[in-house]
């Protein structure tokens, strides 16, 4: 296939056609103008040599392939001025939210699926995380919770951002995976890490001193637990009176290897993010209203960090 002065939506049908009768292990080529001869917007008509092209730039073959559930194969350059994109099927029966069978507090533990997802080796998540930092006071002295904190990637990166401050930080960690627990406190022997293993739904009993950094990402939303009574009782009980919150929520789902925009709720094969915008909606009506500045933002993960002015 060879796309010159096509619309994208027409592209957009004929390789949906194409992958309608595509197979797991196939893959589907085309070719395109190579996106580096300009810059343009996506859309844009030129002519090279008497032929009329419409312009991409790269990021379009990259989008189109989310959106198509593909992954999108590095490209080849062909003949000057054109290359090659290659897309594949992602399988979708390879998700880690399919898995069922393990203990629920080993869902996200060692050997789990979940365990293969590295968040900080993706951009997104990376620079949301690390912009949250930015957000919120940090200083020496202060005590930092995190629940959910799972073999504890999260506590890395803050540690690596607060390098020269954060062995004067207490940090503490409740999570209900023993595995997972067992590698966390491995990569952080020092005193001022703990780690708990408990249900996060028994917070009120572990006799927690207040908290100046309460962290949780991808964990209040868990079935299994009521999150917004957890978190109701953590900001009246837990959070001291000018603490900071970082909160975490999963616009989108892991597929074969690959993170896909779009959280998905029972029911839906599409993406539906209603579900997150009633939650979000929640947290930040009820940090306002305890007297928080609230921000949010983010691609495939929401944040929301909340402070005092
Ligand atoms: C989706 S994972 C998120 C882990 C990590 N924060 C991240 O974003 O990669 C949810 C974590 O919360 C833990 N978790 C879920 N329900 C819990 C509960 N009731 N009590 C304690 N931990 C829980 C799981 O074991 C898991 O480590």
């Known amino acids: 296939m060879i796309f010159t002065d096509q619309s994208l939506h027409s592209i957009y049908v004929r390789l949906k056609m194409e992958l309608a009768s595509c197979g797991i292990n196939d893959t589907i080529e085309f070719e395109v103008i190579d996106p580096d001869i300009s810059n ?9 040599l008497g032929q009329k092209y419409i312009y991409r730039p790269f990021k379009v073959w990259v989008d189109l392939a989310e959106v198509l559930h593909c992954k999108i194969h590095t490209p080849r350059q062909l003949k000057p001025n054109r290359i090659l994109i290659r897309y594949s099927p992602l399988n979708l029966n390879k998700s880690w ?31 949301d995380y690390l912009r949250s ?16 904190i799972n073999r504890g990637d999260e506590f890395k990166i803050f540690k690596e951002v607060y390098n ?6 207490k940090f503490t960690g409740i999570d209900h995976c023993p595995s997972a627990l067992k590698i966390a406190k491995k990569n952080f022997p020092d005193d001022n890490f703990n780690f708990i293993n408990e249900d996060i739904a028994k917070i009120g009993d572990l006799g927690l001193p207040e908290q100046d950094i309460v962290i949780s990402i991808g964990t209040l939303q868990s079935p299994d637990i009521d999150g ?8 009246q009980n837990i959070l001291s009176k000018e603490g900071s919150v970082i909160l975490g929520f999963p616009n989108s789902r892991y597929i074969d290897c690959e993170v896909v925009y779009g959280a998905k709720t ?8 209603n579900l997150l915008f009633k939650d ?8 306002q209203q305890h007297g928080f500045k609230v921000l949010t933002f983010g691609k ?9 002015d």
């Open 164 to 169: 020269g401050i954060s062995d004067r930080i």
């Open 266 to 273: 029972k029911n839906y094969s599409e993406s539906n993010l």
């Open 280 to 287: 979000i909606s929640f947290y930040k009506k009820y940090l």
């Open 133 to 148: 930092l930015k957000e919120i006071q940090v200083d020496k002295g202060m005590k930092v919770l995190n629940l959910g």
């Open 300 to 308: 495939y993960y929401v944040f929301l960090v909340a402070k005092k």
């Open 228 to 235: 917004k009574e957890i978190f109701r009782y953590i900001v």
């Open 97 to 127: 939210h399919n898995h069922s069978g393990v203990h629920i507090t080993e869902k996200y533990g060692v050997g789990s699926d979940f365990s293969k997802i590295f968040k900080f080796e993706e951009p997104y998540f990376l620079n």
């Open 40 to 48: 343009e917007f996506s859309g844009t008509e030129i002519s090279i």
